[in-house]
């Protein structure tokens, strides 16, 4: 019965189509933003090479499963998640799931939209010419000065939500399909320019060097000087659970995006390619950003662990000093804002679809009442760089930005994946998943079975429970 089930909001054209759009959702701030500046922070290759790990043994995996569920209810996570619990006969609790994700959704897009803002500042700073011939530290102050102004963070931001919501009323499929063809192939290029110019600079070795030679003390050690002035040292978990929220966060896995794009694939199509395709696609964009940026960071001598103004503060410079910066730098400010917008309508599409599946509600109302809510709520992530940036609006230590980047990213994805994987390895029953992958019962069903059973879920809970120390 389940595999007749169509979804009412149509489907991909093509097989084809699905994978440019399930990497138009991977492809995003992750990994041009949010990956060279959590790898500078918590001390280059050693994190890196955690996070491919993770990207190969949980990431992958867990995104097969994702993209099968997907495709078998056909619906809006949370009624896929209810159509499953049916066929198999198993609890209700597992609908949480979809809940779950349609909520994590929505607090990431509350912040990624406000990032997203920053970037489009930068397309009007850098066509203006603002950073030709400009000194590191003019870059840094621009960055600076962005940020003091809630006011024009906050207009960028509300920008931006209304791109996404325009193209999620109007249904994920007609404009995006033709935007992601050309986009992201043009994004890839530019980043191979990128690197192309900073293979000039004296330091492309440095750079090369930081990001992939392993230090493992700057994983699992923590150091800091003691009041005596000698270095104290204390094991920490932390790298490694940033590492395994990112390989979530970047591959879009664990709150139901994969699972909503999947729901439009064709049955046909094989989903082990399709996935294959996007994470190698997701992994090079990140590589190749962190190969065009460290290289910048070490020539300039700035600091790695600066932070999520990471790439505002490096890539004009470059921009600035090589021939044609102000055509490439514009372009490539307007290829990372596409690049955000397809993952940002991904984000809001789970909640989209559910409101129109079960309230009858027509995609337009819908788009813009949570397009609304999630504007309200990026509000305190603007803030969260000047008005309430004090240490007296700080929980634990975190800005509200850096709270629900924590908590969305590290905590709630991984959850969500954990609970994918349980669900499809443990409680979908075996026919099922064989038939869903289409694939037969070889050794690739075999590998990938053990995977998502066993592997995928007992590194989840070594990572949460090291994280925490409790082991
Ligand atoms: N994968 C996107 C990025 O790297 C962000 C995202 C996360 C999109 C979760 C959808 C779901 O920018």
């Keep these: 019965m389940s595999d007749k089930r169509t979804s009412i909001h149509g489907q991909w054209s093509s097989r084809f189509i699905f994978i440019l759009a399930a990497i138009g959702s991977a492809v995003g701030l992750g990994n041009i933003w949010k990956f060279p500046y959590i790898s500078g922070e918590n001390g280059g290759g050693a994190f890196v090479l955690v996070y491919l790990v993770c990207i190969a043994l949980i990431g992958v995996p867990i995104m097969i499963a994702e993209i099968l569920l997907g495709r078998r209810g056909r619906q809006s996570p949370i009624n896929t998640m209810r159509a499953l619990v049916e066929d198999e006969g198993a609890h209700r609790a597992w609908s949480l799931l979809g809940w779950g994700g349609v909520i994590t959704g929505f607090l990431i897009l509350s912040y990624y939209s406000v990032i997203a803002g920053w970037a489009l500042a930068y397309v009007f700073r850098t066509a203006a010419g603002s950073f030709t011939g400009a000194s590191a530290e003019t870059v840094s102050a621009l960055f600076d000065g962005l940020l003091a102004s809630p006011g024009s963070i906050l207009m960028w931001h509300s920008l931006f939500m209304v791109m996404t919501m325009f193209v999620v009323a109007r249904g994920v499929r007609g404009g995006l399909e033709k935007a992601v063809t050309v986009l992201m192939p043009a994004l890839f290029l530019l980043l191979l320019v990128m690197v192309g110019y900073a293979m000039t600079l004296g330091a492309f070795s ?264 409790v082991i």
């Excluded at 050690?221 to 003691?226: R, T």
């Excluded at 514009?330 to 991904?346: D, G, N, P, Y």
């Excluded at 999630?374 to 305190?380: E, M, T, V």
């Excluded at 994805?413 to 075996?430: E, K």
Aim: proline share 5%; with cysteine; glycine share 12%.
């Design 206 to 469: 440095e750079g090369l060097a930081f990001l992939f030679s392993p230090n493992f003390d700057k994983v699992f050690y923590d150091c800091a000087l003691d009041a005596a002035g000698g270095e104290a040292c204390h094991f920490t978990g932390e790298p490694m659970l940033i590492a395994l929220g990112h390989a979530f966060f970047t591959l879009s896995l664990g709150m139901g995006a994969i699972m909503v794009y999947g729901s439009y694939m064709p049955s046909g199509a094989s989903i082990a390619r399709a996935t294959f395709a996007i994470v190698v696609a997701d992994t090079v964009v990140a590589l190749l950003a962190g190969m065009a940026i460290f290289p910048i960071v070490f020539a300039n001598g700035l600091e790695p662990a600066a932070g999520p103004g990471l790439i505002f503060q490096t890539l004009p410079i470059a921009f600035g000093a090589m021939p044609a910066g102000q055509l490439f730098g514009t372009l490539f400010f307007i290829l990372l804002v596409f690049a955000a917008w397809s993952s940002a309508i991904s984000l809001i599409e789970p909640a989209v679809a559910w409101l129109v599946e079960n309230h009858g509600m027509k995609r337009i109302p819908a788009a813009v009442f949570l397009g609304i809510l999630a504007w309200l709520l990026g509000i305190g992530s603007v803030l969260s760089f000047n008005v309430l940036s004090g240490e007296e609006f700080q929980l634990f230590g975190k800005t509200v930005f850096d709270l629900l980047d924590y908590l969305t990213a590290n905590i709630l994805l991984p959850l969500g994946g954990l609970f994918i994987a349980l669900f499809t390895g443990w409680v979908m029953s075996r026919a099922a998943s064989v038939d869903e992958l289409g694939m037969g019962e070889g050794i690739g069903y075999k590998t990938w079975w053990l995977l998502v059973r066993f592997v995928s879920p007992l590194l989840v809970l070594v990572v949460f429970f090291n994280a925490i120390g």
